[in-house]
């Protein structure tokens, strides 16, 4: 106990990275105590923060890197870029993508690569815990699932994007429940679509009929979580606070060889890759689990016990009254209508290869699903830890993405040469009604283009730089 007391008062009192613990000096590695903002900041790269509002009252916290560290924020203003949205999965947050070194972090690659990264931050995460009209000490601001997070989360994050960056679309990386939702959410509203032009979904989670691992014995446990949760109600699941935060930097400290800490995330994401940096391990711990409900934890126990992709089950009667029928019925992924692209593993013990190959590629419509790609030997957590990330997922979204850039440029290209306007125009009607009458008002809506390829060469001449700069260490 007093050794707990000595090691509050040391990160109340001190911002140094390192903690006495009888008089021996144990190092906290900085990161692990630093916000998303300042992981970002610290890597010498610009960040700003957001806050959008979801129809339900809940604020959430985007975070954005507009551009490289190699560029100026005036020559960023000077360039439209791609918008590169990702979004973290299950009791995780922005700092997924951001928690190794900028040459292996998906938020630090995008950006240099010439894209303006947003990363979401789900509903009761520590950057979205705060609410219109309720706190974070009520029980009904921790009544959510994950198919609220599709209801409401994605739109009031996607449009506050396109609101800030006035552009009309964004390309979309989720990872595990982040690929969840998007499903989720366009199962049930096909006109959300538009607004994601590419769907990368990383470890994909949608039937768990062959989890393994810890998700196994929690879908075993759904019968006595359902129980808990109607004993005790709503609540938030494995608190995240700076005490837990050097816990886990100090107990997971690469020189003291703990193999809990490695073992506790193998147990859950599936068998060591002997990709992972375990230097690193500390600082995954410290911002890990991010936060989330009680009530999401049993959705996802309601998956894989009841081997469903569905809306939370609200109890044989309300469903009868809601749907007709004793469940509700599963989502229908064959409505998913963004071109869609697969990332999963044999190794992955949530998104199982028999789950992905026997439900979701079964499932997408063949026009919209455009590539499946297999990884060997990927756990659930090397789609954003893994030291193979960047090569064999990063990098190909990124190649994927300057092909749809360049194919509309040429389309822009070809129609400005057919001597049509440099500049598509639409006009729309506004109707409005007065009385009786209606006035028609003409406006004119000018056809955004991405950027230009001169843009595009400048961010492919820093991402050579950056990896000579990688040879030469």
């Not at 109340?12 to 006495?20: F, G, I, K, Q």
């Not at 283009?449 to 700069?469: C, G, T, Y």
Request: charge should be positive; glycine fraction near 4%; hydrophobic fraction near 40%.
């Amino acid at each position: 106990m007093r050794q707990l007391l000595l090691l509050l008062l040391t990160a109340s009192v001190s911002s140094a990275a390192e903690v006495l613990v009888d008089d021996v000096p144990l190092p906290v590695d900085p990161e692990a105590l630093m916000s998303v903002p300042e992981i970002i900041l610290h890597w010498g790269y610009p960040v700003e923060s957001h806050n959008v509002v979801t129809a339900d009252g809940y604020v959430l916290t985007l975070h954005r890197i507009p551009h490289g560290r190699n560029e100026t924020a005036e020559s960023a203003r000077n360039t439209s870029r791609p918008v590169v949205f990702l979004q973290h999965g299950l009791m995780c947050s922005s700092s997924m993508w951001v928690l190794n070194l900028p040459h292996q972090s998906a938020g630090f690659v995008f950006a240099d690569a010439g894209y303006d990264v947003w990363m979401g931050n789900s509903r009761g995460n520590i950057y979205s815990r705060r609410h219109l009209r309720m706190t974070e000490e009520s029980d009904n601001f921790w009544r959510f699932t994950w198919q609220q997070m599709a209801e409401h989360d994605l739109p009031a994050s996607i449009d506050g994007v396109l609101k800030a960056t006035n552009q009309s679309y964004v390309y979309y990386v989720g990872h595990s429940q982040g690929a969840l939702s998007m499903f989720a959410k366009q199962a049930v509203d096909p006109a959300f679509a538009p607004k994601i032009r590419q769907l990368f979904a990383l470890a994909p989670v949608a039937r768990l009929a062959h989890t393994q691992g810890a998700f196994t014995y929690l879908g075993k446990m759904y019968d006595q979580a359902k129980g808990l949760l109607a004993l005790f109600g709503d609540g938030q699941f494995l608190r995240n606070n700076l005490l837990t935060r050097i816990l886990a930097d100090l107990l997971c400290d690469s020189t003291l060889s703990n193999p809990l800490c490695t073992n506790l995330i193998f147990s859950i994401s599936g068998p060591d890759s002997h990709q992972f940096n375990n230097t690193r391990v500390p600082i995954y711990l410290a911002h890990n689990p991010a936060g989330t409900s009680i009530r999401n934890m049993v959705h996802f126990a309601q998956m894989v016990h009841n081997k469903r992709f569905a809306p939370y089950d609200l109890g044989k009667d309300v469903n009868m009254k809601l749907y007709g029928a004793p469940f509700a019925p599963e989502y229908d992924v064959s409505q998913v209508a963004s071109p869609t692209y697969l990332f999963y593993s044999d190794a992955d013990w949530l998104a199982s290869p028999e789950d992905v190959e026997g439900f979701l590629m079964r499932r997408l419509n063949s026009t919209v699903l455009r590539v499946a790609t297999r990884l060997t030997d990927f756990n659930h957590n090397d789609f954003m830890w893994g030291l193979r990330a960047r090569k064999e997922i990063y990098d190909p979204i990124d190649n994927i993405i300057r092909q749809d850039v360049r194919r509309q440029e040429i389309r822009y290209v070809l129609s400005a040469k057919d001597g049509k306007a440099s500049q598509s125009i639409k006009v729309l009607y506004n109707k409005k009604s007065q009385s009786k009458n209606r006035r028609m008002k003409r406006i004119i809506v000018k056809k955004v283009v991405h950027s230009s390829i001169n843009s595009q060469s400048a961010a492919s001449l820093e991402r050579a730089k950056m990896k000579r700069d990688e040879e030469k260490s």
